[in-house]
């Protein structure tokens, strides 16, 4: 099977059509790589971007991207709802096929290193990049925001990994890491109540003692008067998708409220659904070399 | 997505490795077709090989495996365990991606054609390429066997799609056809008694009743000291698999006996088991372009 490697940049700018089609453009026409899908949000002000393809080509199309954005985007006078640091703000790249997590890794420092160096833009190694403990959780390295981080890198313990060791006004600072894809999967619950949502949520979730690798909160549907536990599943094959699932019926299961559905939310690795039909239909030695489309591929 | 079909001859040799590894050499040389597997069985004295490509690809890979089939093996003096009724026994077309069951049955009929006059061998056409109800059943037409044929082939109703109106000594006869993937699932249960799989089966299977497009027998697993439900599930798409796996569960409670675990043999489609996710997940509007190495692959 073909190496390839996903990379997931966001970017400061949501509203401005022909600024996000000159960004976007950098990797629609770039070699070996597919993009995926874009979308901005205009009251977050910012795009994300989702692209595969040969570790080549992500790596030179991300640097493109980054070099287009430094050239187009004016953090100085941007404003949005979502948290951000810099004008190219997180770039994840994100094993798929073939590759290795180290693989990952080392793509992310060299990406980082040239944005750091040619574009002249702070750069923080993040996720299973990151140089410190510290430093990977994306939350913990953005907290101060751009209009912070003129005081915040100063401080020793957030000295740059890469590039210029004070702000750079224009283009603030970037994010480059690796890490495992992230699952986007929400559970709906059979009430209108949110504090249920909520209360379900903080016992799942890692930091409220729950499980490992999920972040949830309780979200309210207004359009169809009921509740959901919204969560990101940040590694789905150490954290699976079921175990979540199971855990949150389990828990709602304290308040008499149903599952009544769940969904998830834009693009999934195949393997995050095997499992879950692997567990449920108590599958035994399954491999994933049993899938036709996989052997197909090849 | 290109446009593949799988195709999965059986022929009658599974002991002579010159043989058997000729006639697999059609397939490995053939252009634009991937040889996914083949694997033979002494007792059985019959190899399967999985094949998928192109629609072109494939159909001419058929057509030269039944020919060197035709060349190499003589039926008169073949004795093996399984049903067969020629020495290129069964060639099955399977849609796989962007292609409809209506081409592959255009294409199973241009192959049995071919086989009919060129090679001179009685085809009959199967499953959904049947030109009648009685012939879509493998086991129906196969029924009498090589040795039985020379009888069946003047009855009317078994008058041959193509080819010659009477038998080819040396080759036997051969059912051409298109179907939907089959998957091969066993539920292995807590006990080792066996009367208690056979009359879950009865239950489960179509002929006794249940479920629309299962085959299903009870089988004994001597070295585990359990039994099992086997099952071929002949449409996954109709008849889920999940659906194959509660209902044994459900006929099994009525013995006390568990479920212990379950076993897919072989190559399966993707959203055979992505629907089972699906399904004990309660995932609503879940669509298969969700599926992140399946838009990879586009």
Known sequence: MAKLI??????????????????????????????LDYSSDADHNRTVVTMVGTPEGVEKAAFNLASK?????????????HPRMGATDVVPFIPISDVTMEECIELSKRVGKRIGEELNIP???????????????????????????????????????????????KSGCT???????????????????????DSIAKKVRFIGGGLRFVKAMGVKLEDRGIVQVSMNLVNYEKTAV?????????????????????????????????????????????????????????
Not at 138 to 159: C, D, N, S
Not at 266 to 290: R, T
């Open 6 to 35: 996903e990379c997931v940049p966001n970017f400061s700018e949501g509203r401005n059509k022909s600024v996000i089609e000159a960004v976007v453009e950098e990797v629609r026409k770039a070699e070996g790589v597919k993009l």
């Open 69 to 81: 954005v430094a050239e187009l985007i004016d953090m100085s006078v941007h404003h949005g709802e």
């Open 123 to 169: 750069v923080y190694l993040y996720e299973d990049a990151a140089s410190t403990v510290d430093r990977k959780n994306l939350a913990e390295v953005r907290k101060g925001q751009y209009e912070g981080f003129f005081e915040k890198i100063k401080k020793t313990e957030w000295k740059p990994d890469f590039g210029p060791i004070q702000m750079n006004v």
């Open 175 to 197: 994010a480059v890491g690796a890490r495992v894809p992230l699952v986007a999967f929400n559970v709906n619950l059979g009430t209108n109540n949110l504090e249920i949502a």
């Open 242 to 298: 079921y175990r979540a699932y199971e855990m949150v019926k389990m828990e709602a299961n304290r308040y008499g409220v149903p599952v009544v559905g769940s969904e998830v939310i834009g693009l999934v690795p195949m393997k995050s659904l095997i499992d879950a039909a692997e567990y449920y239909l108590q599958i035994e030695n399954f491999s994933m070399d049993q899938i036709l489309e996989k052997r197909v591929a090849e």
